[in-house]
């Protein structure tokens, strides 16, 4: 092939390389694997610093994308999490993914739910900056998700209000407790008569009933 790419045809190479010297070019073999082999005359130092030149360029031009993560623990308190849940919001507002990991200890293995349920309240926290990428999957003795800036979608938002509302348990009936009703007691009120005042000379000894 020549420099400008036209076919020059099938020649053998003690002819290709004088033509590549008259021109003050280099020849190059571009496909190797075809046959006969594809040679091409340039000037091979010119293609090497513009492929450099190129790659530069899409280096820049590549996205780096740095993962944070942030740890909760199943029972963590309203405060904490809202100023946890605030610094995920920050990372995604700065582009970075966030991973969110739900660390279990000792019998809290026994309820990967309190797990899902905080994953699932963040995402929908930070729902307005982040959407799920990788939804809340069991990692050993962690639970973990992860987040990419962007707005979750309707769908998204729907599926994560239907898994809270899954791992939620009922409230336990609270057994009604039948207060026995005592009777008081009858009040018993005595009543005293009084004898009448004997006349004169009569005795004031009463005979018992």
Same mark, same amino acid.
């Given at each position: 092939?020549?420099?400008?790419?036209?076919?020059?045809?099938?020649?053998?190479?003690?002819?290709?390389?004088?033509?590549? !010297?008259?021109?003050?070019?280099d020849l190059v073999e571009v496909a190797d694997k075809a046959?006969? @082999?594809?040679?091409?005359?340039?000037?091979?130092? +010119?293609?090497?610093?513009?492929?450099?030149?190129?790659?530069?360029?899409?280096? +820049? +031009?590549?996205?780096?994308?740095?993962?944070?993560?942030?740890?909760?623990?199943?029972?963590?308190g309203p405060g904490d999490f809202e100023t946890k849940t605030?610094?995920?919001?920050?990372?995604?507002?700065?582009?970075?993914?966030?991973?969110?990991?739900?660390?279990? =200890?000792?019998?809290?293995? $026994?309820?990967?739910?309190?797990?899902?349920?905080?994953?699932?309240?963040?995402?929908?926290?930070?729902?307005?900056?982040?959407?799920?990428?990788?939804?809340?999957?069991?990692?050993?003795?962690?639970?973990?998700?992860?987040?990419?800036?962007?707005?979750?979608?309707?769908? !998204?938002?729907? #599926?994560?209000?239907?898994?809270?509302?899954?791992?939620?348990?009922? #409230?336990?009936?609270?057994p009604t407790t039948e207060t026995p009703t005592t009777e008081?007691?009858?009040?018993?009120?005595? =009543?005293?008569?009084?004898?009448?005042?004997?006349?004169?000379?009569?005795?004031?000894? $009463?005979? @018992?009933?």
């Amino acid at each position: 092939m020549s420099p400008d790419g036209e076919q020059l045809g099938i020649q053998s190479l003690p002819d290709a390389l004088d033509a590549a !010297q008259d021109l003050g070019l280099d020849l190059v073999e571009v496909a190797d694997k075809a046959d006969p @082999p594809v040679c091409r005359i340039m000037d091979y130092g +010119k293609f090497k610093y513009e492929q450099s030149q190129r790659a530069k360029e899409s280096r +820049k +031009k590549a996205t780096h994308v740095l993962v944070k993560e942030m740890k909760y623990r199943p029972k963590i308190g309203p405060g904490d999490f809202e100023t946890k849940t605030r610094k995920v919001e920050a990372f995604l507002g700065d582009g970075s993914k966030v991973k969110v990991t739900i660390m279990f =200890r000792g019998r809290e293995m $026994q309820h990967p739910e309190l797990g899902r349920r905080i994953l699932d309240n963040v995402a929908e926290a930070v729902s307005h900056v982040g959407r799920v990428e990788v939804y809340p999957k069991q990692d050993g003795r962690n639970m973990i998700m992860v987040l990419v800036p962007g707005q979750a979608t309707r769908k !998204q938002r729907e #599926a994560a209000e239907d898994r809270r509302v899954a791992v939620v348990p009922p #409230a336990p009936e609270t057994p009604t407790t039948e207060t026995p009703t005592t009777e008081a007691p009858a009040t018993i009120t005595s =009543r005293t008569e009084v004898a009448p005042a004997p006349a004169d000379g009569q005795s004031t000894e $009463q005979t @018992p009933a």
